[in-house]
């Protein structure tokens, strides 16, 4: 689930993809997957290929947040919540300072 989302974001050329460990620290998921975008547009394509290939994968897309103010769009697929954020939403919430704690899981080898 993370290793498509992690292929599918970077498809779409998804800047900054950082995935955190959350399965010890948070009872929402696993893992999050933090990305960001130049364009609301580029937020939509990402956020539609993450969907498509899941969902090509038998796997669930349970909510989807956002998708209509295009700067944070959230999804939740149970295990792994994606967030995709515009640069300067994702500066602004810093998800990865809020989630220290998590560590970082290692995605080099599906990002090309």
Do not use: T
Not at 13 to 28: G, K, M, Y
Not at 90 to 111: C, G, H, Q, T, V
């Amino acid at each position: 689930m993370l290793e498509i989302a992690v292929k599918a974001a970077d498809a779409k050329r998804a800047v900054d993809i950082v995935a955190l460990n959350v399965s010890e620290v948070s009872l929402l998921a696993d893992y999050f997957l933090i990305c960001s975008a130049n364009s609301d547009r580029q937020i939509n394509a990402i956020v539609d290929e993450i969907m498509d290939k899941e969902e090509e994968a038998k796997v669930e897309v349970k909510r989807v947040e956002g998708k209509d103010g295009g700067k944070w769009v959230l999804i939740d697929l149970g295990d792994v919540i994606v967030h995709v954020f515009s640069n300067s939403e994702r500066e602004f919430y810093n998800l990865e300072k809020l989630w220290s704690d998590a560590p970082l899981e290692n995605i080099e080898a599906w990002i090309d």
